[in-house]
Every structure is written in C-alpha cells, then in structure tokens.
C-alpha cells in the first residue's frame, strides 16, 4: 500500500487518524480521572535530532503537531485526546534503528504511526520492525521498500529524484533557459547522486553547463568550521562564466552560508534565479 502526498499533509494526516491503539488500550485506563485524555502517541525515528537538524526532520514534527493542536479544525479531536510524539535518534546505524524502531513499537498505548527514518538506508530495516504492530510508518526518504509485502504499511511522503529533476526542467523549457550551472553538497550521497541526474538531464535537454561546485560545509556547534575561500572561489569562477541559473542542491544550513557569500559577490537580483 503506497500513496504520495505532501509532507505536511501526510504529517497531519498521522495526527488525525483514528487510533486503533486508543481503543485497544482504552479498557486500561478505568483508573484515568475524568480531566484526563486518552493518549495517541506517534513515533519519529530521526536523525541526529538533537544535534543537528539540518533538513528540518526534528522541527517538521513538532510544526505538525503543534498545528493539529492549535486549529479549530481538529478541536473534535484535540478536546477528546492528547497527542504525544515518541521521538527516537537513528544516528544512521541500522542495529540502532530496529532497536529504537522496536522501542517505539513497545510505547504504551501503541503508536498510531511512526514517521521516518530520515535516512534511505534504513528504511528497509525499519519497515520491516514497525511492521510487526502492522504500524502506518511515513518515511521522509523517497526510497521504495525492497519487499512491499513484508512492509505494506508504508506510505511515500517525497517525491523520488527523476520527479524532481523533471520539475527543474520543465522551469528550463518555459522560460527558454540555455544555460545554467550545479552546486551541490558532495557529503550527501544523496544530493550527488541528484546532482548526477541533472547533469544527465540538461544534457538530454541541451542546456550548457556552465560550471559546477561540489562544496562541503561543516557546521559544530552551530558555527562554520571550515574556511569558506574555496566556495567564494568557486563562484567567483562561475559568475565570470556570466551563469545567471543556478541549481543549489544542499541542505539549510549550507544554503545560510553560500547566500551570504551570493549577497557578498553580487550575484543576486533579476537577472539571477537560484
């Protein structure tokens, strides 16, 4: 069973569902007084969610469930229960993410859905281990489980590279764009590979490329770590080359740090697109 649909509203969608867990665990909670709610619980397998949140995965939960609570919409919901979100840090070991994954599987009352991992190469791994309670899980990678029948409780919340990259190029063909050039962040094996594709893709499509940078940001403890001289040189080649088109293939922090250096070297404004 699988579906695409928007992040948020797969997210929100998780914190509406009817909880079979509530009613399974209802006859358990005789001693409850009558001020307390039943509880849904949703799990979260992230990671590095409290070191380091980078694509948004720890910040996108709380947004979600914090938009169930406070909208008129759901109040049916929200005056009746009390959502409360199970998280979980992957750190992108596979052993870790079944055990945290079986964890979750274990909260009190069972968890209505498990959103995540973060990480496409856990997914099989915790698709499998949330399958045992026949949980919803909602990853946030784009890969497809490997045995649909084993894991038929995952719904698809990203659309997959060539759907991206399709995008990017229709914007190519509307507005008769010729040329253009890649960044990228060359730590992610999964934006290189996005970048690959695109390279591919404005071949086929007969567009120059003008250039390209693989850049690598490091941040610790919320600060740049690295000298920013080689990405300053690489688009002080790229704007000599008259790029006006970029593709910025990399995660929020290194967007913070390249668009200042952009602001910096004047490679903004009308005539840019980025």
């Given amino acids: 069973m699988r579906f695409r649909l928007s992040v948020s509203t797969l997210l929100i969608l998780i914190f509406t569902l009817p909880s079979r867990a509530i009613q399974t665990n209802q006859t358990n909670q005789t001693n ?50 009390q959502l409360n979100l199970v998280i979980e840090d992957t750190f992108g070991i596979p052993g870790w993410a079944i055990s945290k994954a079986y964890q979750i599987t274990q909260s009190n009352p069972i968890p209505t859905a498990v959103i995540g991992p973060a990480l496409s190469s856990l997914l099989d791994y915790v698709a499998t281990t949330v399958n045992i309670i026949a949980c919803l899980l909602v990853p946030y990678t784009t890969k497809i489980v490997e045995d649909p029948q084993k894991t038929s409780f995952v719904m698809s919340a990203s659309s997959g590279i060539p759907q991206e990259i399709a995008a990017r190029m229709a914007f ?33 499509n007969s567009v120059n490329l003008t250039g390209s940078a693989a850049i690598e940001i490091r941040v610790s403890h919320g600060y740049v770590d690295n000298p920013i001289g080689l990405l ?41 697109v980025w």
């Avoid at 001020?35 to 948004?56: H, T, V, Y």
């Avoid at 063909?173 to 404005?202: E, G, S």
């Avoid at 040189?233 to 080359?241: C, D, G, Q, V, W």
């Fill in 32 to 81: 409850q007084t009558r001020d307390e709610k039943p509880i849904i619980n949703i799990g979260a397998l992230l990671w590095k969610a409290q070191l380091l949140d980078s694509f948004g995965y720890n910040r996108s939960v709380h947004l979600a469930k914090s938009l169930v609570e406070n909208s008129t919409r759901f109040k049916t919901l929200t005056d009746r229960y």
């Fill in 172 to 204: 190519m063909k509307r507005f008769n764009w010729k040329r253009a050039a890649v960044i990228y962040d060359k730590r992610n094996q999964y934006l290189v590979t996005f970048a690959d594709k695109i390279f591919d893709q404005l071949k086929k």
């Fill in 232 to 272: 300053r040189t690489k688009l002080l080649s790229l704007k000599k080359a008259d790029t006006k088109i970029y593709f910025a293939e990399i995660d929020p922090y290194s967007a913070l740090v390249l668009f200042c250096q952009v602001y910096l070297l004047n490679m903004y404004g009308p005539d840019f």
